[in-house]
């Protein structure tokens, strides 16, 4: 009998220990990252930035390409919630989060995601203003195994409508405009934006930039951080 309970005793320490191994090997399948986006404009300002991990393979947009309908919404008017609804229904992505305000000339701001082993991949997007259809992005750079890596965005051009410069058409506190812009059309994909040339209501002198506008820094974190 006491053999039987010594065995017994050993079989279920044997197991703990088993589970233990695996739900600490599991914990390692998943981590967290702190995504620190800075504007380092003069006087551009971000629109609340969609930040989402995924696997590799999901593209928010293709230089060269026309841009989705979801990236419109973003470039010609700071609206992420098409592409965070597309995101969301997409297997492929782990976690989708987003700023929750404005971004100004020199501020920063962190954004919080969480993603598993072999989706570690991270994007972002935002609205630049003011303009017509400007957009700032990550698209699916791999995270850092630990500590910080930093990236740089340009100045993106969904091409989705006329760098006319018109208040008329820009959003956002410099404006007051429209920004969806139906039935008008752009240069038809996505490129490297131009800049701001003084051609409608917006002076070159304060709102032109030179690339890069944004500063990314992606720093892996542990959950109780």
């Known amino acids: ?7 017994t005793l050993v079989t ?6 088993t589970f233990s191994a695996t739900g600490a090997s599991a914990d390692k399948d998943y981590a967290s990252f702190h995504v620190t986006i800075t504007n380092v404009t003069h006087s551009i300002s ?7 991990s995924h696997r590799k393979g999901v593209s928010l947009f293709e230089l060269g390409a026309a841009a989705s309908d979801a990236l419109t919404a973003i470039a010609e008017g700071g609206d992420i919630t098409a592409l965070a609804a597309d995101l969301k229904h997409d297997p492929r992505v782990v976690d989708v989060r987003n700023s929750g305000a404005l971004l100004g000339p020199g501020e920063s ?14 994007s972002l997007a935002s609205m630049m203003l003011p303009t017509n259809d400007g957009f700032i992005a990550l698209n699916g750079i791999k995270a850092p ?11 993106f051009d969904a091409g989705t409508e006329p760098n006319d410069e018109l208040c008329i058409s820009i959003p956002g ?19 490297v934006h131009r800049g701001t040339h003084g051609i409608g209501n917006l002076a070159p002198d304060v709102y032109d930039w030179r690339n890069p506008v944004a500063e990314i820094r992606i720093t892996r974190v542990d959950e109780d951080d």
């Open 12 to 17: 279920t320490a044997l197991a703990a220990l």
């Open 109 to 122: 701001v962190t954004v919080s995601v969480s993603a598993k082993r072999g989706a570690r991949n991270i």
């Open 145 to 155: 195994r630990q500590g910080s890596r930093t990236y740089y965005s340009t100045g």
């Open 46 to 52: 971000f629109t609340p930035i969609l930040v989402a």
């Open 173 to 191: 506190p410099t404006c007051g405009g429209e920004g969806p812009s139906p039935g008008v059309s752009g240069e038809g994909y996505v490129h």
């Open 1 to 7: 009998m006491f053999r039987s309970m010594r065995d």
